[in-house]
Nanobody, 123 residues
């Protein structure tokens, strides 16, 4: 049962910005930290950013530190990912979901994913 809906992707030139949104069900939003993940062509899904339930603890992958900002709006059950200074290597399908901690769950073990939103960075 899919419990998240991602939006906000698109085509952008290098150096540009996009803001992704993810509306999650109350059942996962209120109980779990949330994460943004991405899967580039030919690569495994990876965790990009994560935020704790209360928002006080935030994680970023090294590849996006200083460029991406994750945030959450409790009233709207929504998680955001502001992406700045985009580079072609950021091209991927972006997914949001509850925070997962093992590579196994992120890449294959956890099955309840949404459709994701495509981000393409190209000149």
């Amino acid at each position: 049962q899919v419990q998240v809906v991602e939006s906000g992707g698109g085509f952008v030139q290098p150096g540009g910005s996009l803001k992704l949104s993810c509306v999650a069900s109350e059942s996962i939003f209120s109980l779990y930290g949330m994460g943004w993940y991405r899967q580039a062509p030919g690569k495994q899904r990876e965790l990009v950013a994560a935020i704790s339930v209360a928002g006080g603890s935030i994680y970023y992958a090294d590849s996006v530190k200083g460029r991406f900002t994750i945030s959450r709006d409790t009233a709207k059950h929504t998680v955001y990912l502001q992406m700045n200074s985009l580079v072609p290597e950021d091209t991927a399908v972006y997914y949001c979901n509850r925070r997962l901690y093992s590579d196994y769950d992120i890449t294959q073990g956890y099955k309840d994913w949404g459709q994701g939103t495509q981000v393409t960075v190209s000149s």
